[in-house]
Nanobody, 126 residues
């Protein structure tokens, strides 16, 4: 019912910046929460940031102050601006969406999303 396609991943050096995009299509009118999650090889998936339809945002402590999540409703596009990138940020980044409003910190273990993109790879070198 909802399709998500990420783009904007790539390789940058420590301290650099990158902006990820997520194009949403389908029945997007039913989506009230969107977010970014990431997973590094051999590690668990972790929440990065979320934003609800009213513009309220939540960030994981590890990215707070460096990353900014935003959305362009007219273009049905979600963004993640990443500044001051660190090697620890290297991961596959996934766009996700759900029907309900976002629920607090995206780092919650029971955080559930209904739709997922296939991911875009971000590699930070030192």
């Amino acid at each position: 019912q909802v399709q998500l396609v990420e783009s904007g991943g790539g390789s940058v050096q420590s301290g650099g910046s990158l902006r990820l995009s997520c194009a949403a299509s389908g029945y997007t009118y039913s989506i009230y929460c969107m977010g970014w999650f990431r997973q590094a090889p051999g590690k668990e998936r972790e929440g990065v940031a979320t934003i609800d339809s009213d513009g309220r945002t939540n960030y994981a402590d590890s990215v707070k102050g460096r990353f900014t999540i935003s959305q362009d409703n007219a273009k049905n596009t979600l963004y993640l601006r990443m500044n001051s990138l660190k090697p620890e940020d290297t991961a596959m980044y996934y766009c996700a969406a759900r029907y309900d409003y976002c629920s607090g910190s995206p780092s919650r273990r029971d955080y559930v999303m209904d739709y997922w993109g296939k991911g875009t790879l971000v590699t930070i070198s030192s």
